[in-house]
């Protein structure tokens, strides 16, 4: 599958999850194809797409749960960049928190429905 519209880009992903991979780190497709994975979470959580009308300053909040899941995608797949499985692990859980927080806010009903408006 292609994603020609994404929430996020492979550059914040990365910058969100420093050290992904050792050598070689993950392709860009490797990273498009978690922030795909990331999309289609969060549409199937909104009940809608907003993939048409995506504006990065209205829809902040789905760029950073996009970010924060593909980054969390990523370290999952190969956390050998980081200098222990610990390292790796707490960071994991810093962003796996924050990306419950942030679906857990896009399955509130007035949050989607000011994502509808904007």
Known sequence: MTYSEIYTTEDIVRARAKNIGADPN??????????????????????????????ETKHGIVKMVCTDIAAFYAIAYDPSGFTSISEAAFIADLIYTNMLRG???????????????A
């Open 26 to 55: 993950p392709t860009d497709g490797m990273v498009i194809e978690y922030i795909g994975q990331a999309q289609e979470l969060i549409d199937s959580i909104l009940g809608f797409s907003l993939l048409e009308n995506f504006n």
């Open 103 to 117: 679906l857990t806010l896009l399955k509130d009903e007035r949050i989607q429905k000011k994502l509808m408006e």
